[in-house]
Structures are given as structure tokens and as C-alpha cells.
């Protein structure tokens, strides 16, 4: 009821590769990647209660006999089929590196790169929670979280991980992924003169600096979260170069 008829017809099945499989395939065939992170919103739950959808994406991204590593988004979680089914379908598939833990959220895990030998980065794959609509199937387990942001047991978690690391091999670089932005990339915004509610405003030919910086921004930022800058100063001190999420429609 959420649809109009020809929404429906649309956004149907048998039209997803014309939506949006047919431009995966193309960009994976030119950029040919070593692996491929998924930075959450596999697929829009409520819509899903089959698991129809889900399951066309996971054999999707298999097809590609590439190394995937996804992150839960925001609406995962709505489908009736459960986060614990959703996530058994991602344990299980040749390619696909999800590891689900009992922390806050669904799966939370870490993948190593290592070139020549060496552990040169290791990526934190988070959940940021944050799915107001979850299923009571996902909610079962305990630990899928409405709530937006990272559980104080996912920072202890992180925390003492990447503490190991950078002790026992400092040279390795640290990233994470999750899916809904932290308010400090409203910074970026604020750069350029903008607060995020300007829309069409082109970074790239802001940059009077030559500094690099690029994008586009659409609409105001979407239900950004640490709004006192404690993760992400603690995310700094720990040595994390670099932070990548999705969430973001317009931006």
C-alpha cells in the first residue's frame, strides 16, 4: 500500500537488473576490483519479507567470484525473514566474508589485506544500527538495535582490536565502513559554505585551494550521529585513516 501501481511494476523483480544489475556488472568489468566492500542498504526490507530480493543480490555479487565484504544499512532489518537469516545467507557464501557476532547490531567483523607478504590495512566492518522499522524476526536476537550509532560493547570490541594491531604491527593501516555518517562529515559541508540544506552545490569547483576535494551535495545530511565527537576522536587516536559509508541518497 505504500506503492503506487506503477511503482510496483517498476521496482519489480524481473527489472532489477535494468534498474541497477546491468550498471554492477558494467562498473565490475572495468574496474575489475581485488575485492569489493558494500557500505549497507543491501536491499530495502519492508519490501522483502520473501527474501526474494536479498537473495538476488547475494547470488549477484557471488556471480563475480570476487572477495565482497557488506555491512548492514538501515533497512535490512525490516524484511520478516530476520537479520539471523539474512546474515546465515551471507555466512555462507563462497565469496562473502560477513561474520556475524553477538555485539550490538549484526556481524561487526574485520578483513585483512595483505600485499607482498605484509598486513597492510585491516578494514572494521561495522553495524550502525539504526533501523527504526526492524521485524520482531530481527529483533529476536537480541541484538539488532533501532537505536542509530555504535553499542558501547562494538566500541570496546573495535577498540581492543585495533589496539592488538597497531601493536603488534604498526605499519598496518586502519579503515572502517558502516553505513550512516557521523555528524562531523557535516564539516565537509560547512568547508564549502554550506550546511548540507543547499542543494547542487558542486565541491570540486569550490576547491579555490587545489586541495582535491570533491563531490556533490544534494539535501541536508540524513540522521547523522555522534553529535559530541567521542567516536570519532576516538576513532583518530586510534589510528583509523580513513572512514567509509553509504546512507547518504543525495550527497
Request: proline share 2%.
Amino acid at each position: 500500500d505504500r506503492l503506487r501501481s506503477d511503482e510496483i511494476i517498476a521496482w519489480s523483480p524481473d527489472r532489477f537488473n535494468d534498474n541497477f544489475g546491468n550498471h554492477i556488472k558494467s562498473l565490475i568489468a572495468q574496474s575489475k576490483p581485488d575485492i569489493i566492500f558494500i557500505t549497507g542498504d543491501m536491499v530495502y526490507g519492508s519490501f522483502d519479507d520473501s527474501g526474494e530480493a536479498f537473495m538476488w543480490f547475494v547470488d549477484l555479487m557471488e556471480s563475480f567470484g570476487i572477495p565482497w565484504a557488506p555491512v548492514f544499512g538501515n533497512h535490512e532489518n525490516e524484511s520478516k525473514m530476520g537479520a539471523d537469516w539474512q546474515c546465515d545467507q551471507l555466512e555462507k557464501s563462497e565469496y562473502c566474508l560477513f561474520l556475524q557476532r553477538s555485539l550490538t547490531g549484526n556481524g561487526n567483523y574485520t578483513v585483512g589485506i595483505e600485499q607482498g607478504g605484509k598486513l597492510t590495512r585491516v578494514f572494521f566492518m561495522l553495524d550502525s544500527n539504526g533501523c527504526g522499522a526492524a521485524s520482531s524476526e530481527s529483533m529476536a536476537n537480541g541484538h539488532t538495535n533501532t537505536g542509530v550509532g555504535f553499542g558501547a560493547d562494538q566500541i570496546k570490541w573495535y577498540t581492543k582490536v585495533a589496539s592488538e594491531i597497531s601493536k603488534e604491527s604498526p605499519e598496518t593501516k586502519l579503515s572502517m565502513a558502516f553505513h550512516i555518517q557521523l555528524s562531523v562529515f557535516g564539516k565537509a559541508f560547512a568547508k564549502y559554505g554550506t550546511d548540507g540544506s543547499s542543494s547542487h552545490v558542486h565541491i570540486d569547483q569550490l576547491d579555490d585551494k587545489g586541495e582535491g576535494d570533491f563531490g556533490y551535495v544534494g539535501a541536508a545530511m540524513k540522521s547523522p550521529w555522534d553529535g559530541s565527537g567521542s567516536v570519532w576522536n576516538g576513532i583518530k587516536e586510534l589510528g583509523f585513516d580513513s572512514v567509509f559509508v553509504g546512507h547518504e541518497h543525495a550527497n
